[in-house]
DNA sequence: AAACGTCGGTGTATATAATGAACCGGCGAG
DNA sequence: CTCGCCGGTTCATTATATACACCGACGTTT
């Protein structure tokens, strides 16, 4: 397999809740040889990506990732157009709203803003989406153009709750629905108690590019809520699309 | 050569100014044969690094950095740390600064502040600064650990400008200056016209981790202005080095 | 319109660089 | 003292990266 992307993959590994990770356990959890990760960790410590704590030998993720970051950010603001919108939505709604972009095969979660309610859906920083189970990675799936969804569409698809759709027939009536809609609702298909609802955000070809989303707790799902969230999101994923120099596509259109 | 930072490397043609690459391009400025190259870059587009333009086939940073260098920040804010430190280091002295951390084998610069007044310094976001040739540069290899500080040291040094420091010799002068002082200076080393004035920032283990840095135009650099700005950025870089969870080495002190 | 240069991308034989099992010294627990 | 695991190193094997030649498409120049 391509060496560049099995080495890039490691860095899939660090998370929230992971913040440093030790040799011996990257090459478990990735299932590579202890002698090539320390490797491949190496090439990419010299770049810049990881840094090793040098008292715990642990390695983490490396400032040269804040340096391209900072670059993509000065020619694209997305972070800076995004977060007044999902500021608007979570006021609006009284509930957590996030914003997740393409990135590779699936969907990196790049902006969330919590309402200031106690009960109240908590999205780690930095997570991945999957497109096959999450209202998010829906709303794109339904709108990316056809030979890219053929190819969600053939994945295998894993089960992250058992609400996950898991079967191509079933991922395709959720997706044919969503383009009805022209919005995803996904309840509980990636996290238990989690309910999400989310509306495409479109790149300059008119195809998604992302997504705006609203994250309530399952038990606070109801007609008239879900109606009230899409009324917010509407509005918030058109000024989404605009303001990142995107163009909303023709076939998209709210009606519940 | 090593595959994975070969691969890597590509992503540090990206700049402020060179937002979209074509794909010969990028073959030429990295030397590399065009068939590597697109492999290369597909390898890392799987991952979210970069991604192409749809219209013009040219490739651009991902959305894959953004989310790696949330989850970075989630794990230590360098970035709100900073930023205020820099705000009131901008106003303080009325010059552009910045701060910027070890990355890879050299200096990534993760943040700038520039002043009201009409005559500054600008700085690129997301530069590289060459150990050897900036003030930050200096100050951060003055109080490297030996083993690092010597793999400096053995380098070859390439010449910026015409005044960048070239011989080993003339490189260990000015950094054993630098340490005497507690502060580094660069009289147009990196960039004609520019002076910069710099003071490390500490990690945990009591080296360098990085630099915080004024830089202004070498027109208005006199003793006295210099003073000011030192008196200015010792606080400064005391704060950022306990903010950042870092310890003040022993053998650091400011005079002049 | 013909000829040319350049673009992004592909196919394939070759050679180079990635690989993984075995091994090391160090360290903490039992 | 022994055991197990840690991070890291070595080296023969082989799988993988590489570069050359080539493709069709597009835009300029002649």
Redesign the pocket.
Known sequence: ???????LRLLDFFTDKRVE????????LSG????????????MAECGFVE?NPE????RLGAGVLRLARLREHAQPVTRVLTPILEKLAQETGETAHASLLSGRDLANIGVIEPARANRVYIEPGLVLPLHATASGIAVTAFLRPEQQERVLARTLTAVTGMTPTSRAALEQVVRRTRERGYAVADQTFEAEVYGIAVPIFGPDGYAAGALAVAIPASRASDEHERKIIAALEPAAQSATTGLGGRPSPEHRISS
């Open positions: 397999m391509r060496t560049v992307e099995k080495a990770i030790g040799l011996s356990d990257l090459a478990r590579i040889d202890k002698a090539t990760v320390l490797r491949m960790l190496a090439d090793q715990t030998r642990r390695w």
